[in-house]
């Protein structure tokens, strides 16, 4: 089994593998296009960014700048928006629900590293998928650790920390987030 699928599959996998730097490489190609061309020129998503995602709905916007670490894994409903300075590390698959909207300096991160520091060293780590709902609001600033699910029109306070699955129509703020009361 290649790095490649056991990243897929959610299995442990070496992220210095030579595949995978060139997928990475090529997310670098197209995040770098996005950013670097002129908003009436790109659209609110550069054609080379756009046909790197898995699935980009009607009426998405990304703000420049923008970071994703692979594209591929990156499945956006309609009308998403992300605001400036937000970054993806899609390791596993990120899915984001329809009228979804970002702050500026959200983060999604789905990659886990090992906890061994020889293993770390290595390359280790294993990728748990992030799901967020439709009509979801992320505050800026916000992290959203891997394997979490938000559910529909939740909210994230700004600056959260996310490490916990969110129900439908729950607000969360703090770190780790929790429920206001």
């Known amino acids: 089994m290649s790095e490649r699928q056991k990243m897929q599959s959610g ?3 070496n992220c210095m593998d030579p595949e995978l730097e060139d997928l990475r490489m090529q997310a670098r190609r197209a995040v770098h296009a996005h950013n ?13 960014l756009k046909s790197l995602f898995a699935e980009t709905g009607e009426g998405c916007f990304l703000e420049a ?4 670490a692979y594209g591929l894994n990156i499945h ?10 937000c970054t993806i590390l899609d390791t596993a698959p990120i899915r984001i629900g329809s009228d979804t ?4 300096g959200v ?9 061994d520091p020889i293993e770390r060293a290595q390359g280790l780590e ?9 009509s979801v609001w992320v505050g800026g600033g916000a992290i959203i ?6 559910g529909d029109n939740a909210t994230i306070g700004a600056g959260s920390v996310v490490t916990k699955d969110v129900a439908e129509g729950v607000t969360v703020v703090g770190n780790p987030a929790r429920p206001i009361t």
């Open 11 to 13: 299995q442990w996998y």
């Open 145 to 150: 650790l891997p394997g979490v699910t938000i």
């Open 126 to 134: 294993i990728a748990l998928p992030v799901t967020i709902g439709q």
């Open 65 to 68: 700048p923008f970071h994703c």
């Open 36 to 48: 670097h061309t002129a908003p009436d020129l790109r659209g609110p998503l550069a054609p080379e």
């Open 101 to 104: 909207m970002f702050g500026p």
């Open 76 to 85: 956006l409903g309609e009308r998403v928006y992300f605001n400036a300075g």
């Open 107 to 115: 983060q999604i991160y789905c990659a886990q590293h090992a906890q």
